[in-house]
């Protein structure tokens, strides 16, 4: 039987970090290759399956290995309450670029441009997991697959395309982008197959994205107020398309 310890060793450096049980959770619920998974507390981990996710417990029954507390801290950054860590393949390129690009595809892939705050990119993640978009896609210097942005995505990734692409590389689709000076989102219909463009935190949308878009979308915002977290307006974003008619996967 492999060492896990050695196994995470080797694997560290090429594979994705699973931060906590709720990360290995979506991770497996949602069909990834989790090559090792450790944690300090078995009993605990288990019961937290039974109480949380008893339709993959008997998975991370035979994923799970137990090891002292200050191996399991050795391996990560920063321990996470749960005591549990695992280590996961990376989707391939090819196949997130096919779920992005599918001309069949009946949910909207959402477009962070240029973004800067890693846990709100993490946060936008898991919002589209749960609305079942097609996938998210960073612009920018942001890698999406950042620790801290899965950590902050509760390992979300796996139920979504995730990639970092350049504006020219973008899916095909009616281009949406978010600004102040758009049309009012309440009197509109967003398409299924739409791109959804959300500016950074600081800059709003680059020119580049900008020019490109070809429609304006506003939030409803009281006035003298700046702006909304990026991660609620995706949210209000994704939940107007939902309630107009776009279909959440079940």
């Not at 890693?118 to 609305?131: D, E, P, S």
């Not at 989102?185 to 680059?206: C, H, Q, Y």
Request: charge should be neutral; charged fraction near 20%.
């Amino acid at each position: 039987m492999t060492d896990p310890v050695d196994a995470w060793r080797r694997l560290a450096g090429t594979c994705v970090l699973l931060d906590g049980f709720h990360a290995l959770k979506h991770a497996v619920r949602f069909g990834a290759e989790v090559p090792v998974a450790v944690t300090a507390d078995r009993r605990a981990a288990l019961a937290l399956a039974d109480e949380l996710a008893p339709d993959v417990r008997g998975t991370l029954d035979a994923l799970l290995t137990e090891v002292p507390h200050e191996t399991y801290a050795s391996l990560v950054p920063r321990p996470h309450p749960t005591a549990v860590a695992a280590l996961a393949v990376r989707p391939s390129r090819q196949a997130s670029l096919r779920a992005l690009t599918d001309a069949a595809r009946r949910a909207p892939v959402v477009v962070l441009d240029q973004p800067r705050n890693l846990g709100n990119a993490g946060a936008v993640i898991r919002l589209a997991a749960g609305f079942g978009v097609a996938g998210v896609v960073t612009t920018g210097t942001l890698d999406p697959w950042h620790p801290t942005v899965v950590r902050g995505g509760a390992g979300l990734h796996f139920a979504t395309a995730v990639e970092r692409l350049t504006v020219d590389e973008l899916p095909r689709g009616p281009l949406f982008a978010l600004d102040p000076e758009g049309e009012d989102i309440r009197g509109l219909k967003l398409p299924d197959d739409a791109v959804l463009a959300f500016g950074s935190e600081r800059s709003g949308l680059s020119a580049e994205l900008r020019a490109r878009a070809g429609h304006l979308v506003a939030l409803p915002m009281r006035p003298q107020v700046s702006s909304y977290n990026l991660a609620t307006s995706v949210a209000m974003t994704l939940y107007h398309w939902s309630a107009t008619g776009g279909a959440v996967p079940s």
